[in-house]
C-alpha cells in the first residue's frame, strides 16, 4: 500500500512564505501531484513532479526528491485567497494501470 | 468546455435505502475515480475504472459499487445506506498517459454532501 505524511496545519502571515512538506512510502512510484481544496469546493491541480527537482508555476513551486522520498510545496508571497487545505498525492503504478493517493491534507491559514 | 459534474449536489437518505450518485465527464478521459472526504482522512479511494467495463475496487470499497457502462459515466451506488457513509463524495476523472508526461492531473466534480439518517 501507500502512505503520505503531511502536516494537518500551518499558519502564515500575508505577504510571507510558506513551505508544506509530503514524506511517502510507496512502491511502483510514478510522480507526486499537489492539490488545492478551498473549503466546500473540489480539490484542484496544482502542480506535478514526476523527476527530481524544483517545478514553478508563478508563486507556487513544487520540490521532489525521489531518494528521499520526499516532497513539498512553497507558496510565496502569500495572499488572504491562498487559505486553503493542500493535498499531496502519489500516482502509482497498479496492475500497469496508475493510481492517486492522497494525503489527509494541510490546512493553510494566513493571516493578516 | 470540457467537464466533470455530479448530481445530486445534496442528498439525505435513510439508513437501509439504496442510494446512487451520478458522476459525467465530458473529457473523454479512460480514467475515472470516486473518493470520499471525512475530517481526518483526506481523500479516500471507493471504486476506480480505467475504462469501458473495467471497475476496480480500493481502499474503501466495502458497500459501495459502481459499474462502467459508457466511457462518460461512473455512477456510485450504496446498497444499503448506514451512517457511517455520511460524507462528500467526490468524482474524478483523468487521462490514460505515461509516467513522465505532465498533464496526467485529475479533474474532480464539485462533490455530492451524502447524509444518512
Known amino acids: 500500500g501507500q502512505s503520505l505524511e503531511q502536516p494537518s496545519e500551518v499558519t502564515a502571515v500575508e505577504g510571507a512564505i510558506v513551505q508544506i512538506n509530503c514524506t511517502y512510502q510507496?512502491?511502483?512510484?510514478?510522480?507526486l501531484s499537489w492539490y488545492q481544496q478551498h473549503d466546500g469546493g473540489a480539490p484542484t491541480f496544482l502542480s506535478y513532479?514526476?523527476?527530481?527537482g524544483l517545478e514553478e508555476t508563478g508563486r507556487f513551486s513544487s520540490f521532489l526528491s525521489r531518494s528521499d522520498s520526499y516532497g513539498y510545496l512553497l507558496l510565496q508571497e502569500l495572499q488572504m485567497k491562498d487559505s486553503a487545505s493542500y493535498f499531496c498525492?502519489?500516482?502509482?503504478?497498479?496492475?500497469?494501470?496508475?493510481?492517486?493517493?492522497f494525503g489527509i491534507g494541510t490546512k493553510l491559514q494566513v493571516i493578516p | 468546455d470540457a467537464e466533470i459534474t455530479q448530481s445530486p449536489r445534496h442528498k439525505i437518505t435513510e439508513t437501509g435505502r439504496q442510494v446512487t450518485l451520478a458522476c459525467h465527464q465530458t473529457?473523454?478521459?479512460?480514467?475515472m475515480f470516486w473518493y470520499r472526504q471525512d475530517l481526518g482522512h483526506g481523500l479516500r479511494l471507493i471504486h476506480y475504472?480505467?475504462?469501458?467495463?473495467?471497475?476496480n475496487k480500493g481502499e474503501v470499497s466495502d458497500g459501495y459499487s459502481v459499474s462502467r457502462s459508457n466511457t462518460e459515466d461512473l455512477p456510485l451506488t450504496l446498497e444499503s445506506a448506514a451512517s457511517s457513509q455520511t460524507s462528500v463524495y467526490f468524482c474524478?476523472?483523468?487521462?490514460?498517459?505515461?509516467?513522465?508526461?505532465?498533464?496526467?492531473?485529475?479533474?474532480f466534480g464539485q462533490g455530492t454532501r451524502l447524509t444518512v439518517v
Open positions: 513532479n514526476a523527476l527530481d
Open positions: 510507496t512502491s511502483g512510484f510514478y510522480g
Open positions: 473529457w473523454n478521459h479512460n480514467n
Open positions: 475504472s480505467y475504462g469501458v467495463h473495467d471497475t
Open positions: 474524478a476523472s483523468s487521462e490514460s498517459s505515461g509516467p513522465l508526461r505532465r498533464g496526467t492531473e485529475a479533474f
Open positions: 498525492a502519489v500516482r502509482v503504478n497498479s496492475g500497469g494501470y496508475q493510481k492517486v493517493t
